[in-house]
């Protein structure tokens, strides 16, 4: 870069720092005006300018704004291919700035090059660590929602006189079957249960795999001083489980909670 082209991209620089806000403002949509947008987008317009004086500086800046950003876009609600065609309206606002001044001030060709070489670089490095931000928290998000689920699925509803029963609702798989495990042990221990159902009724498969988790909770209850009784095993669930070679012969089953609940004289 020779002397003069350096002093033409430090006086773009210099203009894109002075006007900033003014750019910023330019930049704005309806739902963006709020003194927190505005400042982001000023912050934006200041990383351009610093890129023109210190170029490695304003691209670490840049990283670390793209990464807040995009933590700080899942926070507030909002969608990547919105977010992704505002990202596009700066970048030529920006530019539409730029280009302006540098016609005014009658620069090279090689001026323009040169910034095309700097500020362009900028904006992907803005969107790359943006992108990245957003979607690990976005999964981030769906993990913990999935947890919560999880969490939620396994209530162990007190009946009274020592007597619980645990609705399970939807397929069993591994992860499942621990959170399910793991809540019965705690909630039994907590509710001090000398009595458990497991309903088994929204179960809509039981298979090996299944069998092999509810088997798991039933013992595992029995070891801490809590019966296990299983309700709701369907008809054809139970066809089902006899042609897979699965028994449950050992443990005490009732079709419906209602039959149980007379049987074993809870209320």
Not at 19 to 39: F, G, H, P, Q, V
Not at 88 to 105: K, M, P
Not at 133 to 138: K, T
């Amino acid at each position: 870069m020779t002397q003069s082209v350096k002093q033409e991209v430090l006086q773009v620089g210099d203009m894109l720092e002075e006007n900033k806000y003014n750019i910023a403002r330019n930049m704005k949509s309806e739902e963006e005006d709020t003194a927190e947008a505005l400042e982001l987008r000023a912050e934006l317009v200041g990383f351009f300018a610093k890129a023109c004086h210190a170029y490695d500086d304003s691209l670490n800046e840049m990283t670390r704004w793209g990464q807040n950003t995009g933590h700080w876009a899942i926070e507030n609600g909002a969608e990547l291919s919105s977010v992704l065609d505002r990202v596009a309206f700066l970048r030529l606002t920006i530019w539409n700035e730029v280009e302006s001044f540098v016609i005014e001030q009658n620069f090279s060709a090689s001026t323009v090059f040169a910034l095309i070489h700097r500020l362009d670089p900028l904006m992907d490095e803005g969107i790359r660590s943006f992108t990245s931000a957003f979607i690990d928290s976005y999964k981030s998000k769906i993990q913990e929602a999935h947890d919560n689920f999880l969490v939620l699925s396994a209530p162990v509803v007190p009946l009274g006189n020592g007597t619980a029963v645990l609705p399970v609702v939807g397929n069993v798989d591994t992860e499942r079957a621990e959170i399910l495990l793991n809540t019965a042990l705690s909630e039994a221990n907590r509710q001090d249960l000398s009595q458990l159902f497991i309903d088994l009724s929204a179960v809509p498969v039981i298979d090996t795999m299944v069998a092999s988790h509810i088997f798991k909770i039933v013992e595992s209850m029995e070891l801490v001083g809590t019966h296990a009784v299983l309700v709701g095993i369907r008809p054809e669930v139970a066809q089902t489980m006899v042609n897979l070679g699965v028994r449950f012969e050992k443990m005490e089953s009732y079709s419906t909670l209602n039959q149980a609940l007379t049987r074993k004289k809870v209320y």
